[in-house]
């Protein structure tokens, strides 16, 4: 039980833009890819991203006049660049066959019961 609501925020995920015709196709499929892929994970590598702040080699600054005495304040001007970088992360090696399961079967049934893979009913 506790693996199919651990699979339950990824089919959500992945029918957000869905009909709620194709969600419940979805549904009806899960049963079956959960025992023919069922979850495995294991630890492996996996590449993320994080925005990291760089200078630019800018500067802007700003003069403030108080009587005879003036004070400039300077401050780099950066931009965001993304880094890839690698850690260790749990991950379940067969979530992509069991989504590609999934979300054939559902567009099998969709077009057996709408006519369409989308489960777009007919207007």
Same mark, same amino acid.
């Given at each position: 039980?506790? +693996?199919?609501? %651990? #699979? #339950?925020?990824?089919? #959500?995920?992945?029918?957000?833009?869905?009909t709620?015709? !194709?969600?419940? %196709?979805?549904q009806?499929?899960?049963?079956?890819?959960?025992?023919? !892929?069922?979850? /495995?994970?294991?630890? $492996?590598?996996?590449? +993320?991203?994080?925005?990291?702040?760089?200078?630019?080699?800018? *500067?802007?600054?700003?003069? /403030?006049?108080?009587?005879?005495? *003036?004070?400039?304040? @300077? $401050? $780099?001007?950066m931009?965001?660049?993304?880094? *890839? !970088? $690698?850690?260790? %992360?749990?991950?379940?090696?067969?979530?992509?066959?069991? *989504?590609?399961?999934?979300n %054939?079967?559902?567009?099998? #049934?969709?077009?057996?019961? !709408?006519?369409?893979?989308? @489960?777009?009913?007919?207007?």
């Open positions: 039980m506790k +693996r199919c609501l %651990a #699979l #339950l925020p990824v089919l #959500l995920g992945l029918a957000a833009c869905a709620p015709q !194709y969600r419940t %196709a979805q009806e499929c899960t049963p079956e890819a959960m025992r023919q !892929y069922p979850i /495995v994970n294991v630890m $492996q590598p996996v590449t +993320r991203t994080r925005a990291v702040q760089v200078p630019t080699g800018e *500067s802007r600054c700003t003069t /403030v006049q108080t009587g005879n005495v *003036s004070k400039t304040n @300077c $401050q $780099q001007v931009r965001t660049e993304y880094r *890839s !970088y $690698q850690e260790m %992360a749990l991950v379940d090696v067969n979530d992509p066959g069991r *989504s590609a399961m999934v %054939a079967c559902a567009a099998q #049934l969709c077009q057996q019961r !709408y006519g369409n893979a989308d @489960c777009e009913p007919k207007k």
